[in-house]
C-alpha cells in the first residue's frame, strides 16, 4: 500500500477543504457568503486563543487589542505605504507579532489572575491610544479598502464573495500551518509547559522564551484576523475593537474546547450564528428593549455555562471519547 | 473561567427585568462639599460616609483572616488546596464561604459607588477594570495592598485626567500596571514570589 506521511495527508485535507468552500462560495447568497466570512476570522481569532490558553496556559483577556494592533497596521500600510492588500494582511500578521514578542516577554513572568489582570488593562487601554495620535485617525478611525475583485474574475463575482475568498483562504493558510507547528517538536513543548513547567523546565526548556514564543504567535493570527475583521466592516476604529470583543472570543474557544483544534469551526460558527437567532427569536415574540438588547449575551453566556458543565474538553473531545469506546 | 460568564448572565438578566434605562440611586447623605471655615471643599458627607465603610470593612475582613479558625482556613485553601485537603478542611465549602464574602464586599462596593453615577446593567465595567487592576497592582494576597493599589491607581489615573487628557485614563492605569509587574511579578505588596527571569 502507498504510505503517505500524516503531513502530506493533512496537506492533502485542507486543499480538499478549500476546494470545497470555493464550490461553495458560487451557490450561496451574498448574504451567507458574507457571514461566511465572519465565521473564518472568527476562526482565526478563537486559534489564536485555543494556542495560547490552551496549548501554552496562558490566559489573555486583551486578544481584543492585539487584533486591533493588526488591524491598523493592515490599515496603515494600505493607507500610507500603499502596499497591496494581501502584503496588508501579512503586514497585519508581522505587526501584531512583534507587539505580542515584546508583550510576551513582560506576559512571561506572570500567571494566572495577575496575566488575566494585565491583558484585561492592555485590552481597554490600548484602543483609545488611537484617539491620542492623529495618524491613527482618531474616533472615526481609518478606512480600509481592500479592493474590488480582479475583473478576470467575471462581471457578477460579487464584493461579498471577494471577502469570502480572502477570508476562507487566510484562516486555512493559518489553520493548516498552526495545527503542523502544534504536531511538531514546538507543540510538544508548549504542551509540556501547560502540563508540568517544572519538569519541562528540567528537561532543558527555556519556560520564559517559549512562552513568548507561544504569545507572540497568538498575537499574529489575532492580528490577522484584526485585519480581517476591518476588511469586513471596511474601517478600523476604536469602537471595532471593545472588551466584549475579548470576552466573545473566549466564550467561542470555550465551547468549542481549549485544549483542542478540533471542531473549531463550531465556536466561530456559534458566535456568527447567535445573534442571527437571537434576531428571528425576537422577531417573532417580540419583547421590550431590554430584552432585544440582552438576548445575545444570554444566549453566549448560557451555552458558555453549559458547556463548561457538560463538555469541559469541548465538543470534538466528546466524539474523540466516543470513538474510543467504539474500538 | 466560567465566573466570566456570569457577569455575562447577570447582566442580562438585569436587562431583561429591568431595561436598559439609567436609574438613579439617591446617595443616603448630604453629596455635597463640606463647608470648612467658609470656604467649600471638594469632599462631601458621603466620600466621608465612603471612607469609613471601606476602612471598618477592611478592619472586620483582616480580623476575619488573621485571628479566626475560618480565616485561617480561607487562606489555607487558596495556598495549599491539597495540604488543606488532608489536614481536614472542606475546601469547596471553603470556596463558596469565600465566594459570599467577595460577593458581599463586591455589593457594599457598588453601594458606594453607584449614588456617584448611574445605574444600568453595564455600569460596573468600569469597576470592574479599575478594580482588578488596583488589586494585581497592590498583590492579591494582600488587604492592605487593595487599598493601597487603588490608591496609587486612583491618584494616577486622576492626575493624567486632569494634567494630559481625559483620553489616557485607560493607557495611564496601563502604564502603572505593567512597570508594577515588572519590579514585583505579584503586585507590590504580595508576599509569595514571583518567578523572574
Known amino acids: 500500500m502507498l504510505k503517505i506521511s500524516a503531513t502530506k495527508k493533512r496537506l492533502f485535507g485542507f486543499i480538499i477543504l478549500g476546494w470545497v468552500l470555493l464550490l461553495i462560495s458560487d451557490r450561496i447568497g451574498e448574504l451567507r457568503q458574507y457571514q461566511g466570512a465572519f465565521v473564518a476570522m472568527y476562526t482565526l481569532a478563537i486559534a489564536s486563543i485555543i494556542l495560547l490558553t490552551g496549548y501554552s496556559g496562558q490566559?489573555?483577556?486583551?486578544?481584543?487589542?492585539?487584533?486591533?494592533v493588526g488591524a491598523y497596521a493592515g490599515a496603515l500600510s494600505v493607507n500610507n505605504f500603499k502596499l497591496h492588500p494581501v502584503i496588508a494582511l501579512v503586514m497585519a500578521a508581522l505587526v501584531a507579532g512583534i507587539f505580542g514578542l515584546l508583550l510576551g516577554y513582560a506576559a512571561a513572568r506572570l500567571s494566572g489572575p495577575y496575566l488575566a489582570g494585565t491583558t484585561l488593562a492592555l485590552a481597554v487601554?490600548?484602543?483609545?491610544?488611537?484617539?491620542?495620535?492623529?495618524?491613527?485617525?482618531?474616533?472615526?478611525?481609518l478606512a480600509f479598502d481592500i479592493g474590488v475583485a480582479p475583473a478576470r474574475l467575471g462581471e457578477d463575482f460579487s464584493q461579498y464573495q471577494w471577502f469570502f475568498w480572502i477570508s476562507c483562504l487566510s484562516a486555512l493558510i493559518m489553520i493548516w500551518f498552526l495545527v503542523n507547528l502544534l504536531n511538531s517538536r514546538y507543540g510538544r513543548e508548549f504542551r509540556a509547559l501547560r502540563d508540568n513547567p517544572t519538569a519541562a523546565q528540567l528537561a532543558g526548556l527555556n519556560i520564559g522564551r517559549q512562552k513568548a514564543l507561544a504569545f507572540s504567535l497568538s498575537a499574529g493570527i489575532a492580528g490577522l484576523s484584526g485585519g480581517l475583521l476591518v476588511m469586513l466592516i471596511s474601517g478600523v476604529s476604536p469602537s471595532a475593537f471593545p472588551l466584549s470583543l475579548s470576552f466573545l472570543l473566549l466564550a467561542g474557544a470555550v465551547v468549542t474546547g481549549?485544549?483542542?483544534?478540533?471542531?473549531?469551526?463550531?465556536?466561530?460558527?456559534?458566535?456568527?450564528?447567535?445573534?442571527?437567532?437571537?434576531?428571528?427569536?425576537?422577531s417573532r415574540i417580540g419583547g421590550s428593549e431590554g430584552f432585544t438588547t440582552s438576548l445575545p449575551g444570554f444566549m453566549v453566556s448560557s451555552l458558555l455555562i453549559l458547556a463548561v458543565l457538560f463538555a469541559p474538553n469541548g465538543p470534538g473531545h466528546l466524539l474523540h471519547k466516543k470513538k474510543h469506546l467504539k474500538h | 473561567?466560567?465566573?466570566?460568564?456570569?457577569?455575562?448572565?447577570?447582566?442580562?438578566?438585569?436587562?431583561?427585568?429591568?431595561?436598559?434605562?439609567?436609574?438613579?440611586?439617591?446617595?443616603?447623605?448630604?453629596?455635597g462639599g463640606l463647608n470648612i471655615f467658609g470656604s467649600i471643599i471638594a469632599f462631601s458627607p458621603f466620600n466621608l460616609m465612603v471612607l469609613i465603610a471601606v476602612t471598618l470593612s477592611m478592619i472586620l475582613l483582616t480580623i476575619l483572616f488573621q485571628k479566626t479558625n475560618i480565616g485561617l482556613a480561607l487562606r489555607a485553601s487558596?495556598?495549599?488546596?491539597?495540604?488543606?485537603?488532608?489536614?481536614?478542611?472542606?475546601?469547596?465549602?471553603?470556596?463558596?464561604?469565600?465566594?459570599?464574602?467577595?460577593?458581599?464586599?463586591?455589593?457594599?462596593?457598588?453601594?458606594?459607588?453607584?449614588?456617584?453615577?448611574?445605574?444600568?446593567?453595564?455600569?460596573?465595567?468600569?469597576?470592574?477594570v479599575f478594580g482588578f487592576i488596583a488589586a494585581v497592582i497592590g498583590g492579591l494576597d494582600s488587604l492592605f495592598g487593595a487599598v493601597a493599589?487603588?490608591?496609587?491607581?486612583?491618584?494616577?489615573?486622576?492626575?493624567?485626567?486632569?494634567?494630559?487628557?481625559?483620553?489616557?485614563?485607560?493607557?495611564?492605569?496601563?502604564?502603572?500596571?505593567?512597570?508594577?509587574?515588572?519590579?514585583?511579578?505579584?503586585?507590590?505588596?504580595?508576599?509569595?514570589?514571583?518567578?523572574?527571569?
Do not use: C
Open chain 1, 59 to 68: 490566559l489573555s483577556l486583551g486578544h481584543s487589542a492585539l487584533m486591533a
Open chain 1, 125 to 141: 487601554s490600548l484602543p483609545t491610544i488611537a484617539n491620542q495620535f492623529p495618524v491613527l485617525g482618531g474616533e472615526q478611525g
Open chain 1, 258 to 282: 481549549v485544549y483542542s483544534l478540533k471542531g473549531i469551526i463550531l465556536g466561530a460558527l456559534v458566535l456568527v450564528a447567535i445573534p442571527e437567532i437571537a434576531e428571528s427569536l425576537v
Open chain 2, 1 to 31: 473561567m466560567p465566573h466570566w460568564h456570569l457577569l455575562g448572565i447577570i447582566q442580562a438578566v438585569i436587562g431583561f427585568i429591568w431595561g436598559l434605562s439609567y436609574q438613579i440611586i439617591e446617595a443616603p447623605i448630604s453629596t
Open chain 2, 78 to 128: 487558596a495556598y495549599a488546596p491539597e495540604i488543606a485537603k488532608l489536614s481536614g478542611i472542606r475546601v469547596d465549602a471553603v470556596r463558596t464561604l469565600g465566594w459570599a464574602l467577595a460577593g458581599a464586599a463586591g455589593g457594599l462596593a457598588g453601594m458606594l459607588y453607584i449614588p456617584g453615577t448611574n445605574l444600568y446593567p453595564n455600569a460596573m465595567d468600569v469597576l470592574l
Open chain 2, 149 to 197: 493599589g487603588a490608591m496609587i491607581l486612583g491618584f494616577a489615573v486622576n492626575f493624567s485626567a486632569s494634567y494630559i487628557s481625559y483620553k489616557l485614563v485607560f493607557p495611564t492605569a496601563f502604564l502603572i500596571l505593567i512597570l508594577v509587574l515588572l519590579i514585583k511579578p505579584k503586585g507590590i505588596f504580595s508576599s509569595s514570589k514571583g518567578r523572574r527571569d
